[in-house]
């Protein structure tokens, strides 16, 4: 019986390799079909973030203060309600938010960890999402963040996001962000 064992646990394991090697790809594409997903399409499309931290209506709240010694906020923990508006003014049209919250995770620069719903409220893609979760190092010039997922139009959406920032104010620490977002997505 001992023998009997090692024996029948090969077959099946060859059994079950034989089967993975012989499985054709038609079965991912007729379970795309059943989940009602259509050709994937590819999107690019630029918005403006903007964080106001001053003033009395801030968008940015911190909710865990930072090291006390650290000059780069390390700890500092804020939620973000962000607007996001086609053009750089907070004037201009706003097509959804920016909700999440981002953390200062470096001591040696302020490199921060972004994970932030872009909840879109305008247009094609109202009702849908896309989520961010990535490094922003706040002082480069342009900061590349992954997409790992979206809703409604951006469903299984994957991807990233381009920031650089288009103003900066060292008083207030309020901030625009400019955001160019290449999504790919069914």
Same mark, same amino acid.
């Given at each position: 019986?001992?023998?009997?064992?090692?024996? +029948?646990?090969?077959?099946? $394991?060859?059994?079950?390799?034989?089967?993975?090697?012989? /499985?054709d790809d038609q079965s #991912?594409?007729? =379970? @795309?079909?059943?989940?009602?997903?259509?050709?994937?399409?590819?999107?690019?499309? @630029?918005?403006?973030?903007? =964080?106001? %931290?001053?003033g009395g209506n801030p968008?940015?709240?911190? %909710?865990?203060?930072?090291?006390?010694?650290?000059?780069?906020?390390?700890?500092? +923990?804020?939620?973000?309600?962000?607007?996001?508006?086609?053009?750089?003014?907070?004037?201009?049209?706003?097509?959804?938010?920016?909700?999440?919250?981002?953390?200062?995770?470096?001591?040696?620069?302020?490199?921060?960890?972004?994970?932030?719903?872009?909840? #879109?409220?305008?247009?094609?893609?109202?009702?849908?999402? $896309?989520? $961010?979760?990535?490094?922003?190092? %706040?002082?480069?010039?342009?900061?590349?963040?992954?997409?790992?997922?979206?809703?409604?139009?951006?469903?299984?959406? @994957?991807?990233?996001?381009? /920031?650089?920032?288009? @103003?900066? =104010?060292?008083?207030?620490?309020?901030?625009?962000?400019?955001?160019?977002?290449? %999504?790919?997505?069914?």
């Amino acid at each position: 019986m001992a023998r009997l064992f090692p024996t +029948i646990a090969s077959q099946f $394991i060859f059994f079950f390799l034989f089967i993975l090697a012989t /499985a054709d790809d038609q079965s #991912f594409v007729s =379970d @795309r079909k059943l989940l009602g997903l259509k050709k994937e399409k590819f999107s690019h499309f @630029r918005l403006y973030w903007h =964080d106001v %931290v001053g003033g009395g209506n801030p968008t940015a709240v911190p %909710v865990v203060p930072p090291k006390s010694n650290s000059s780069t906020a390390f700890g500092m +923990i804020s939620v973000i309600d962000d607007p996001l508006t086609m053009g750089p003014e907070l004037s201009s049209k706003l097509v959804g938010k920016a909700q999440g919250f981002y953390s200062s995770a470096s001591q040696q620069e302020v490199g921060l960890l972004m994970a932030m719903n872009f909840a #879109f409220m305008e247009g094609k893609y109202n009702g849908s999402t $896309i989520t $961010i979760l990535g490094r922003n190092t %706040v002082f480069s010039k342009v900061r590349e963040m992954p997409v790992i997922g979206g809703s409604g139009v951006f469903r299984f959406a @994957r991807g990233y996001v381009q /920031a650089r920032t288009h @103003r900066f =104010d060292p008083t207030t620490g309020d901030a625009v962000v400019e955001y160019n977002c290449y %999504v790919m997505h069914y």
